[in-house]
């Protein structure tokens, strides 16, 4: 059977005179066929012995600015101006974003909007008697009626496009002005003029600020339902011709407007 050896909590027990007789004969024991375990307990006696005269003396200690109660101070005021700079800078990236998200957003919204929506929704309402004013959201929110006469509608024009194409007169090519509207859109006043045969078939010019930014049209033309649209842009206007895609007098009075 083996005996049972001193554990190193017997040992610093040993050294710190905390057991009792039998005990500390038994270590003592162990200890005098174990001469490298004394050479290690002496060891731990000297480095008790230093801690103890350290501690005795603590005026001797060398200086440790870190604990200095003045520099623990500045350590956490420092770390108080990092963290609310970052914060800073977290809250302006996330305002830039935002900001940015939305410019961003309001441009697309522009750029996947239909080129002259607003020219058509103004035949649709001014060709249909039953139609309603446009709700406020539309491209215009009010219309301003006036009589289809040339010069009313002339005077219109010098008034509010003194700079832009003045809506020709096409009685000679059979086509009478039927109406007249100045419209108010959220760039500044736009107008319509609508002119029809003597067999119904209606056609219209229209013309509006370039919008945001002096957006200029590349000249085109496309069809919504019914109705075609032939657009462009010319000094400091956009102008459309609304009409049936088969009406022959689209091109003849685009024709005219773009060569005046």
Same mark, same amino acid.
């Given at each position: 059977? +083996? !005996?049972?050896?001193? =554990? @190193?909590? &017997?040992?610093?027990?040993?050294?710190?005179?905390? $057991?009792? %007789?039998?005990?500390?004969?038994?270590?003592?024991?162990?200890?005098?066929? +174990? !001469?490298?375990?004394? =050479? @290690?307990? &002496?060891?731990?006696?000297?480095?008790?012995?230093? $801690?103890? %005269?350290?501690?005795?003396?603590?005026?001797?200690?060398?200086?440790?600015?870190?604990?200095?109660?003045?520099?623990?101070?500045?350590?956490?005021?420092?770390?108080?101006?990092?963290?609310? %700079?970052?914060?800073?800078?977290?809250?302006?990236?996330?305002?830039?974003?935002?900001?940015?998200?939305?410019?961003?957003?309001?441009?697309?919204?522009?750029?996947?909007?239909?080129?002259?929506?607003?020219?058509?929704?103004?035949?649709?309402?001014?060709?249909?008697?039953?139609?309603?004013?446009?709700?406020?959201?539309?491209?215009?929110?009010?219309?301003?009626?006036?009589?289809?006469?040339?010069?009313?509608?002339?005077?219109?024009?010098?008034?509010?496009?003194?700079?832009?194409?003045?809506?020709?007169?096409?009685?000679?090519?059979?086509?009478?002005?039927?109406?007249?509207?100045?419209?108010?859109?959220?760039?500044?006043?736009?107008?319509?003029?609508?002119?029809?045969?003597?067999?119904?078939?209606?056609?219209?010019?229209?013309?509006?600020?370039?919008?945001?930014?002096?957006?200029?049209?590349?000249?085109?033309?496309?069809?919504?339902?019914?109705?075609?649209?032939?657009?462009?842009?010319?000094?400091?206007?956009?102008?459309?011709?609304?009409?049936?895609?088969?009406?022959?007098?689209?091109?003849?009075?685009?024709?005219?407007?773009?060569?005046?």
């Amino acid at each position: 059977m +083996n !005996p049972r050896h001193p =554990t @190193e909590s &017997d040992l610093h027990a040993y050294l710190d005179n905390q $057991l009792g %007789a039998e005990e500390r004969q038994w270590v003592e024991d162990y200890l005098a066929i +174990n !001469p490298h375990v004394v =050479t @290690e307990l &002496d060891g731990w006696r000297q480095d008790a012995q230093r $801690l103890r %005269a350290a501690f005795a003396n603590p005026q001797q200690w060398a200086t440790n600015h870190t604990l200095d109660p003045s520099r623990i101070r500045q350590r956490q005021r420092s770390r108080q101006r990092t963290h609310l %700079a970052a914060a800073a800078v977290l809250v302006m990236a996330l305002g830039v974003g935002l900001v940015g998200g939305w410019q961003t957003h309001d441009m697309m919204t522009v750029d996947q909007a239909p080129p002259m929506q607003d020219a058509l929704q103004a035949y649709r309402l001014f060709t249909d008697s039953s139609a309603a004013i446009l709700d406020p959201s539309g491209s215009f929110d009010g219309v301003a009626p006036v009589a289809g006469n040339n010069e009313q509608v002339n005077r219109l024009f010098q008034t509010y496009f003194s700079d832009g194409v003045m809506p020709p007169d096409l009685a000679a090519a059979g086509l009478q002005m039927a109406d007249a509207r100045l419209l108010a859109t959220e760039q500044g006043p736009a107008a319509m003029v609508l002119y029809h045969d003597q067999h119904g078939s209606q056609i219209m010019m229209y013309i509006r600020p370039p919008g945001a930014g002096n957006h200029q049209l590349d000249p085109g033309k496309r069809i919504d339902g019914q109705l075609l649209a032939q657009y462009w842009s010319q000094g400091n206007y956009n102008y459309a011709i609304v009409s049936q895609p088969s009406d022959p007098n689209a091109d003849m009075l685009m024709s005219l407007l773009r060569n005046s």
